[in-house]
């Protein structure tokens, strides 16, 4: 008999262990996160950056991640915006446009950075690809509460309709690990369906 109890108490550890290991492996592939549309982009959220916001203004989407690396609560920050300027010509604006509208966003957005930080100072704009398209991209470095606060910026026209802005920033005069991770989704999104993109809403979770 108690060789019996002996050899149930051993199938339930080897049961709860099984069960413990495959719970485990499950929040693992949970933690890979899967893409998101948001408005007309897609994106790939690092591993590790939970949701931290999303707010519905008038023409505007503002969807935000956070990522804990480090004690104190500090965190890295991925933020979309997206501005829903109305219906798009009919006709295709040229590359030129694209870039020279991407570039007037960025300024903007990064006006809007320097009157909340103080020793604020900007790289100049430099003009990439983001999902194929003509894009601006800017690096700013400045002062949170007394503390050194560095970030980086993107802004792409989508569609001719809708102004993205992505932005990743952190404490440091540096971008961190997590600055970079968000830099690399940042760079890899891609474009949602055009016909299944409609006035901004709330971003979708891909099933």
């Not at 007309?40 to 959220?45: F, G, K, L």
């Not at 500090?74 to 006709?91: E, H, M, R, W, Y």
Request: proline share 6%; net charge positive; hydrophobic share 45%.
């Amino acid at each position: 008999m108690e060789r019996l109890a002996d050899s149930r108490r051993v199938n339930r550890l080897t049961v709860s262990w099984a069960t413990l290991l495959a719970a485990q492996f499950l929040l693992a592939i949970a933690a890979h996160a899967a893409p998101v549309t948001v408005g007309p982009v897609v994106i790939s959220v690092p591993e590790g950056f939970e949701a931290a916001q999303t707010q519905r203004l008038k023409k505007t989407l503002i969807t935000a991640w956070t990522k804990s690396v480090r004690s104190a609560g500090l965190k890295t920050l991925l933020q979309i915006n997206v501005i829903d300027f109305g219906s798009a010509p009919g006709k295709p604006a040229a590359p030129q446009d694209l870039s020279i509208y991407a570039e007037k966003y960025l300024h903007q957005f990064l006006e809007g950075i320097e009157r909340r930080r103080t020793n604020y100072v900007s790289s100049p704009i430099a003009h990439i690809k983001l999902a194929g398209l003509p894009a601006a991209r800017a690096t700013w470095n400045g002062a949170v509460g007394g503390r050194a606060a560095v970030g980086v910026m993107y802004s792409v026209i989508v569609h001719n309709r809708f102004a993205v802005i992505f932005h990743t920033q952190d404490l440091g005069s540096t971008p961190t690990s997590g600055m970079f991770e968000a830099m690399k989704s940042i760079e890899a999104a891609t474009l949602a369906d055009r016909l299944a993109v409609r006035p901004v809403t709330s971003p979708t979770q891909h099933p």
